[in-house]
Nanobody, 127 residues
Framework: QVQLVESGGGLVQPGGSLKLSCSSS????????IAWFRQAPGKEREGVAG???????YYRDSVKGRFTISRDNAQNTGYLQMNDLRPEDTGVYYC?????????????????????WGAGTLVTVSS
């Protein structure tokens, strides 16, 4: 059973920053696409960003210029740096692994491509 563990969520004021991390003790992440999704209350889960095994990067338009996805294969960890956070960024953020490359539509990672999910970490942007 692959276990992905997210950390770094929390409460932040609008304009603030958070950095999410995703790691696994049971799977080497270096050969796969790491993606981040989020789910706001009452809404469907949506792709936020993805990074392929060779470093190709994808973002949904609403986070471009504010969020940065990265990976450190030596640490077996993926990251999502989130700056200039807005209330509409609030939700549970999930780390995900797509074993067959980053499955995207219009550059947005797709739930249908995910093979493994983390349990999620809550991000709340509020004053």
């Amino acid at each position: 059973q692959v276990q992905l563990v997210e950390s770094g969520g929390g409460l932040v004021q609008p304009g603030g920053s958070l950095k999410l991390s995703c790691s696994s003790s049971r799977m080497s992440l270096g050969s796969y696409c790491i993606a981040w999704f989020r789910q706001a209350p009452g809404k469907e889960r949506e792709g936020v960003a993805g990074i392929s095994d060779v470093g190709k990067i994808y973002y949904r338009d609403s986070v471009k210029g504010r969020f940065t996805i990265s990976r450190d294969n030596a640490q077996n960890t993926g990251y999502l740096q989130m700056n200039d956070l807005r209330p509409e960024d609030t939700g549970v953020y999930y780390c995900a692994i797509d074993l067959w490359g980053c499955t995207t539509v219009d550059g947005i990672p797709q739930v249908s491509g995910v093979d493994h999910w983390g349990a999620g970490t809550l991000v709340t942007v509020s004053s």
